[in-house]
């Protein structure tokens, strides 16, 4: 059993035959928050810790209300850009842009099949 003093926080080793015998009594510990290592022949094998409760609030919905996106934010970016990202603006076939030099709308929002 190790003690870290600052939190108090308890990591116990466990060989597998101990936990299945006390099981009941590991679980409340793990309930308590603290972490059980499970071990085979005292190699450890794996971890019981209390998971993260659920939410008590729900998320607000609409956090975004009056977010305005600006048309700047569908131009297509300057060459300097591209270029540090090893593209020089028509690496791709076709440039990677639709008609008129825009990027088509599937793509410019993340979604379709290409």
């Not at 842009?97 to 379709?112: D, E, H, K, L, M």
């Amino acid at each position: 059993m190790y003690i870290y003093n600052a939190r108090l926080l308890y990591m116990n080793k466990v060989n597998i035959a101990e936990a299945r015998a006390n099981l009941s009594r590991y679980l409340a510990r793990v309930e308590a928050g603290e972490t059980i290592t499970l071990c085979r022949r005292n190699v450890p094998v794996a971890e019981i810790r209390p998971i993260r409760s659920t939410p008590t609030e729900l998320r607000p919905i609409g956090i975004d209300r009056g977010m305005v996106i600006p048309d700047s934010f569908f131009e297509p970016l300057p060459e300097e850009v591209l270029s540090a990202f090893g593209s020089g603006g028509g690496s791709e076939p076709g440039g990677g842009q639709g008609r008129g030099g825009q990027a088509p709308a599937n793509r410019r929002f993340g979604i379709g099949g290409e």
